[in-house]
DNA sequence: TTAGGTGCAAAACCTTTGCCATCCC
DNA sequence: GGGATGGCAAAGGTTTTGCACCTAA
């Protein structure tokens, strides 16, 4: 993606490991709260601030994507394959869709309106299984 | 879009008339607090909390769009037409983008993963024209 | 007349930040 | 050792809400 995105973290610290760790082993898409309770079961004394610091970092840095459609709070996925994002308009709740990206039209896009294009997302908005 | 979105303003105010106005006559997406300074020049006494109840009614009457990544504030679009848009990562500006929309692919993806979908938003994000 | 809408201000909510102690390289 | 990082709490920014008054229908 960007090459300024190396380096931007310096240090291996057992709390962004267990942030980390928590993003890559869900695929709920989930927000900073719910992170600091998961990461506060193995870490009960970090704290919410440490957890948005990192967060930030980890995003800078490319390992982590924020997500600010649906609901007021950003919600994190550590899944940083390409792919699209479905949310319940009713239940709010966001899940993956395994649609594939096409870079192509990045490269159109780009070119029709005179811009550098890096990525795009695609968003789905509907009723889940649950809801519909 | 949805049935259940007709008939949810009662009345017709001057509040919620200057600010639909200003969000059609405009194609900057603008935050609450713009909107919020551009009415108070024609309603001085306007209250913020006014244009937030008012974004939200006609949010939810399907006349604007609230738009969310790119920056903290939510961002809100007067042009329902089908359109998707453009976010500087650098000066954070967003812009449309005229591209058609593909309806053919809810269906798909709909049925694919059995779920109702009403929509998708198409978001291309990278430099524009002053920041390339 | 009266339910819905507004203005105002306080509260709620999410996120960032300053400060100092601590930890990693 | 020294700069990066974390814990804590306070501050900051955005959005929502309670309440009394107002107004469109």
């Not at 709070?73 to 899944?79: C, H, I, K, W």
């Not at 966001?94 to 005179?114: G, M, S, T, Y």
Request: with cysteine; aromatic share 8%.
């Amino acid at each position: 993606m960007n090459k300024s995105n190396v380096n931007i973290i310096a240090r291996k610290t057992k709390q962004r490991e267990a942030i980390l760790k928590v993003l890559k082993t869900t695929d709920s898409h989930p927000t900073a709260q719910w992170v600091y309770e998961q990461v506060r079961r193995e870490l009960p004394h970090i704290s919410l601030g440490t957890v948005y610091r990192d967060l930030k970092l980890l995003k800078q840095s490319g390992e982590i994507e924020e997500l600010k459609f649906c609901s007021s709070q950003s919600r994190f996925d550590g899944n940083t394959g390409k792919h699209s994002h479905f949310c319940c308009l009713k239940c709010n709740s966001v899940f993956d869709i395994q649609e594939p990206v096409d870079d192509a039209l990045d490269k159109r896009v780009a070119k029709e309106n005179h811009i550098d294009i890096h990525y795009h997302r695609l968003e789905f908005f509907g009723l889940c299984r649950n809801c519909r």
